[in-house]
């Protein structure tokens, strides 16, 4: 889905809330005399104050007698759709441009988020942690919580979780997305599996779309890479788009999240000193490595 066909989506969906909305009234002006009987009350108050032949204490009454009989029946919000969107009341547009609920919108379809739990830091149970790393992993998770509190103003654009299998570091980066996403950011999480599809389908694709592959992960205000090294090396793609993704992103002051497996060292190894040097350069960066166990096993074994 590109930029049009989201605006173009958030603007149905709000059609379609009104829609509702008045069908609900339709259904209640037919079958439910309480409603009807305050709805007319009211409507007939808001005539007479028009022809001053009312005060608007009594208008004020009425609507407040029909309120409270839609409140009674649990139907404010269905009746008064609220939008979905507060900065735009869903148009999708803002006098900047694009809002970013359709931006979101837009890469979320492209996006391998659905996959992925939708955790806060709330859902954050440090009690499955062995104990000696509770201070260690609560550190970690109030830092990232401040980063994404921080959002563009931090100076820490990548974040570097690395770690064995199962030491929580995806569940970590799921609420840090959570976060982001919670105050207006647009957030791709995919796989680095799919990242290297999605390289790969813009490498070898030669027509005017070929762009929606890569673009939105250029502009995305986060990026999260998961499992970084598990994805296959292709010649003249995964190192090349992965560089030209990161080194992108850090130009752009735009965060990128990576987790992987594999150590510093061996990621340096892997994929060069060049996207080394981007994805750990100290002024830019934060990086945690978990040195523990995984912690699904532990809890097994208990
Ligand atoms: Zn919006």
Same mark, same amino acid.
Do not use: W
């Given at each position: 889905?590109?930029?049009?066909?989201?605006?173009?989506?958030? @603007?149905?969906?709000?059609?379609?809330?009104?829609?509702?909305?008045?069908?609900?009234?339709? =259904? +209640?002006?037919?079958?439910?005399?309480?409603?009807?009987?305050?709805? +007319?009350?009211?409507?007939?108050?808001?005539?007479?104050?028009?022809?001053?032949?009312?005060?608007?204490?009594?208008?004020?009454?009425?609507?407040?007698?029909?309120?409270?009989?839609?409140?009674?029946?649990?139907?404010?919000?269905?009746?008064?759709?609220?939008?979905?969107?507060?900065?735009?009341?869903?148009?999708?547009?803002?006098?900047?441009?694009?809002?970013?609920?359709?931006?979101?919108?837009?890469?979320?379809?492209?996006?391998?988020? =659905?996959?992925?739990?939708?955790?806060?830091?709330?859902?954050?149970?440090?009690?499955?942690?062995?104990?000696?790393?509770?201070? +260690?992993?609560?550190?970690?998770?109030?830092?990232?919580?401040?980063?994404?509190?921080?959002?563009?103003?931090?100076?820490?654009?990548?974040?570097?979780?690395?770690?064995?299998?199962?030491?929580?570091?995806?569940?970590?980066?799921?609420?840090?997305?959570?976060?982001?996403?919670?105050?207006?950011?647009?957030?791709?999480?995919?796989?680095?599996?799919?990242?290297?599809?999605?390289?790969?389908?813009?490498?070898?694709?030669?027509?005017?779309?070929?762009?929606?592959?890569?673009?939105?992960? +250029?502009?995305?205000?986060?990026?999260?890479?998961?499992?970084?090294?598990?994805?296959?090396?292709?010649?003249?793609?995964?190192?090349?788009?992965?560089?030209?993704?990161?080194?992108?992103?850090?130009?752009?002051?735009?965060?990128?999240?990576?987790?992987?497996?594999?150590?510093?060292?061996?990621?340096?190894?892997?994929?060069?000193?060049? @996207?080394?040097?981007?994805?750990?350069?100290?002024?830019?960066?934060?990086?945690?490595?978990?040195?523990? =166990?995984?912690?699904?096993? @532990?809890?097994?074994?208990?």
């Amino acid at each position: 889905m590109d930029y049009k066909q989201a605006i173009k989506r958030i @603007i149905e969906r709000r059609n379609s809330d009104l829609a509702e909305a008045h069908a609900l009234f339709i =259904s +209640l002006m037919r079958n439910n005399e309480v409603f009807r009987t305050a709805e +007319l009350a009211f409507r007939r108050a808001e005539l007479d104050f028009l022809h001053g032949k009312t005060s608007q204490e009594d208008l004020d009454e009425k609507r407040k007698t029909r309120d409270n009989v839609v409140a009674r029946l649990g139907l404010y919000d269905k009746l008064n759709p609220p939008f979905r969107c507060k900065i735009c009341s869903d148009t999708g547009r803002t006098k900047n441009g694009i809002c970013t609920c359709a931006k979101q919108l837009a890469h979320e379809s492209k996006s391998d988020l =659905s996959q992925f739990p939708l955790l806060t830091f709330d859902d954050f149970d440090i009690t499955l942690y062995p104990e000696e790393v509770h201070q +260690l992993v609560l550190k970690t998770a109030a830092e990232l919580k401040t980063i994404a509190l921080k959002g563009n103003t931090s100076k820490r654009k990548n974040i570097n979780l690395i770690g064995a299998p199962g030491t929580g570091k995806t569940f970590l980066a799921s609420c840090f997305a959570s976060d982001c996403a919670e105050k207006g950011k647009s957030v791709i999480m995919l796989t680095a599996f799919s990242f290297v599809d999605r390289a790969l389908k813009y490498h070898t694709t030669f027509d005017e779309n070929k762009a929606e592959y890569l673009s939105p992960l +250029l502009e995305t205000d986060v990026l999260i890479i998961d499992d970084l090294g598990t994805e296959s090396v292709f010649k003249n793609v995964t190192l090349e788009y992965l560089y030209h993704v990161i080194n992108e992103r850090q130009l752009k002051g735009l965060t990128t999240v990576i987790t992987s497996n594999l150590s510093v060292d061996a990621i340096a190894k892997r994929y060069g000193e060049r @996207i080394a040097s981007r994805l750990f350069d100290k002024k830019l960066c934060y990086t945690r490595e978990f040195t523990f =166990s995984d912690i699904r096993k @532990i809890k097994v074994n208990d």
